[in-house]
């Protein structure tokens, strides 16, 4: 059987069968890997946010003494975008103490490792929810100045 293809005049419904069906597989494929990659920013954009978070509650420690006690305080003033929850719509939470302040949410379970997060990570892994946590410390030079008022600064 040997078919000119230049003088065929029509597809058969086969080959019609199987082109859909090579261009479906691709389709598929190519949008898993999309979402992947979308739910990988999200877990950075995470990261960074927190980081951004930390470095913002050390910045309001120093202005007003306190650490923050929610996302509110720091908006707008230490935080240039404002920020609600992460990109899971899970919210932030402000743990802290005398001299540090950690920063807390939820992500889906296993996006974030240790590695990945940064050394300054903490991952606690919960049934279908992983714990991220980021610290941060009063600045070391900074933290005697603190105890005294603000007139006794001056005349040291």
């Not at 029509?10 to 479906?24: D, K, P, Q, Y």
């Not at 954009?45 to 309001?60: F, G, H, K, P, W």
Request: charge should be neutral; aromatic fraction near 8%.
């Amino acid at each position: 059987m040997d078919r000119n293809f230049l003088t065929t005049k029509g597809v058969t419904l086969l080959e019609l069968a199987m082109g859909i069906t090579v261009f479906s597989l691709l389709v598929a494929f190519s949008l898993g890997s999309l979402s992947g990659r979308k739910t990988q920013a999200k877990a950075l954009r995470t990261t960074r946010e927190m980081d951004i978070l930390a470095d913002a509650s050390v910045q309001y420690y120093l202005k007003t003494g306190a650490w923050p006690a929610s996302l509110v305080d720091l908006q707008p003033e230490l935080v240039a975008a404002p920020i609600n929850n992460n990109p899971f719509d899970y919210e932030y939470m402000f743990n802290s103490t005398g001299s540090s302040v950690t920063v807390s949410t939820f992500v889906p379970k296993g996006l974030v490792t240790q590695i990945s997060g940064g050394p300054q990570m903490v991952v606690q892994s919960q049934e279908t929810l992983d714990l991220i946590s980021v610290s941060r410390p009063i600045p070391s030079g900074l933290t005697g100045r603190l105890k005294y008022d603000k007139k006794y600064l001056y005349e040291q």
